[in-house]
């Protein structure tokens, strides 16, 4: 921080502005997909997003919700193949979900199945759903969470927002550390924790 100028000490706005500047990272450096570089922010983040209720969860499907699976999948399938092709699954996506997947997602998900076989079983679709089901209710919590401590509804949190939040989940961390975490979930370093910045280290948290 500069010297103070006649007699006047920097107001805590300016030291915190000053700080959050200061940990900008290189120019066309992103920090997403990185590990948190401090030990002591994973710890911290481990500590705060476990504390925080969201959780992976096993998810089992209703009577119900399983006779749909299995007549999206039979629709799917309109000539009787026993499997869906990659463009069948497309479609039951769209079906179950409402959203037709990307490139890469395909990609994914016809890499995983039996190499045996020319397409997605019934039992490997199910499966798949599950997960998908399982993992779109848990980005639900972490909505509720990030929400909840989004105070002012502006659709990010600031770094009073993450105190407050760090106050109420974990209040022995000590305010250096806290923001340190800011710094470091803050992934594009504009002062501003997004969603996208809050799930990442949410999914981080759970590790």
């Known amino acids: 921080m500069g010297e103070d100028v006649g007699g006047t000490r920097p107001s805590s706005a300016s030291r915190t502005a000053g700080s959050l500047a200061g940990c900008r990272c290189k120019p066309g450096v992103g ?18 997003f476990s504390q925080a ?3 992976p969860r096993t998810w089992e499907a209703s009577q119900s919700e399983h006779k749909k699976w299995v007549e999206v999948f039979k629709a799917c399938d309109e000539e009787n193949k026993g499997y869906l092709s990659r463009e069948d699954f497309k479609v039951a996506v769209v079906m179950l979900f409402g959203y037709k ?8 998900v016809m890499s995983s199945v039996d190499p045996n ?14 997960k998908k089901k399982e993992a779109q209710l848990y980005r639900n919590e972490i909505r509720h969470i990030f929400t909840a401590f989004d105070r002012h509804y502006h659709g990010y949190l600031t770094l009073e927002d993450f105190k407050k939040a760090f106050k109420q989940v974990a209040p022995k961390l000590s305010e250096r550390i806290i923001l340190e975490v800011f710094r470091e979930v803050d992934q594009d370093s504009d002062g501003h924790v997004s969603f996208k910045d809050f799930e990442y280290a949410m999914n981080y948290g759970q590790k």
């Open 31 to 48: 920090r997403r997909g990185r590990e948190f570089r401090r030990p002591d922010c994973r710890v911290a983040v481990a500590m705060f």
């Open 117 to 130: 076989t020319s397409g997605i079983l019934l039992k490997e679709f199910l499966d798949i759903v599950r």
């Open 101 to 108: 997947p990307s490139k890469i997602e395909a990609d994914s």
């Open 53 to 55: 209720g969201a959780r």
